[in-house]
């Protein structure tokens, strides 16, 4: 049971917090002494020494939340520096990182109606406004879709189910413009070889063309060499028949 919620060296003290929900925190109900007998769960001397102080029976997870609200009465002292999220999964482990943040400062621990659930709590504006500043510029198309309803404000769990299905959607159109532009591609690439191969018979006509005159001259001046000479050579034999009969 240890090793499920003892906090890690250097991780963040709400990070631990969501990970001891995931991990069934809250399905552990301890007595003051039976809690004791945990040991340092947060590896923080305040945290662990009010992890034990209820002596009734609580659930651990409780007992977390209200250890870590007397160790750090004020919101900015458990706060860390907002960091960007890369993916939207881990955008949503930030959003619900916010939630619990939510429970301990926000939400009266008397109240018999507060959710004991971070995915139950309602997404306010603040969390969400955290949420979209730390989001990369990548998701500000699909960010801007969802439209915020404050009379009927979602729960974290709703928000999420909305942003996956925004996402799922945005992949699809992603592929189907992928798959398009692909098509594109390869009939760009069938006209290319098209138009090469036209112009290369152009080329070969042409070529054809300008040998041919060449040619059709050299013929010519042959057939007049031919004629002056045969020409030559008639007058020769008159003059010298001429010659003969005078």
Not at 107 to 114: F, W
Not at 152 to 165: A, F, G, Q, S, Y
Request: charged share 25%; aromatic share 6%; net charge positive.
């Amino acid at each position: 049971m240890r090793e499920d919620f003892t906090r890690q060296p250097g991780a963040h003290i709400i990070t631990w917090l969501l990970r001891c929900w995931d991990s069934g925190a809250n399905g552990h109900e301890l007595e003051g002494s039976e809690a004791k007998q945990l040991g340092s769960l947060a590896r923080e001397g305040g945290i662990d020494k009010a992890i034990a102080r209820e002596k009734r029976s609580l659930s651990l997870w409780k007992r977390l939340l209200a250890a870590v609200k007397e160790r750090f009465p004020y919101k900015d002292d458990v706060m860390s520096r907002s960091a960007k999220w890369t993916t939207l999964g881990k955008g949503i482990q930030s959003l619900r990182e916010s939630a619990i943040v939510e429970m301990i400062y926000h939400i009266k621990p008397n109240n018999g109606d507060i959710p004991i659930d971070p995915d139950e709590v309602e997404c306010t504006r603040p969390m969400w406004r955290k949420f979209t500043r730390n989001a990369p510029s990548s998701y500000a198309h699909l960010l801007a879709t969802v439209t915020w309803n404050d009379i009927v404000p979602l729960t974290v769990d709703e928000m999420i189910h909305k942003l996956r299905e925004f996402e799922d959607n945005l992949t699809t159109s992603i592929i189907s413009a992928v798959e398009k532009l692909s098509q594109d591609l390869k009939q760009l690439r069938d006209d290319l070889s098209d138009l090469s191969s036209s112009s290369c018979a152009a080329t070969h006509v042409s070529a054809i063309n300008k040998r041919c005159p060449t040619v059709r001259e050299g013929r010519y001046r042959s057939l007049t060499t031919t004629s002056a000479r045969s020409s030559t050579w008639v007058g020769a034999i008159s003059g010298t028949a001429t010659a003969k009969v005078t």
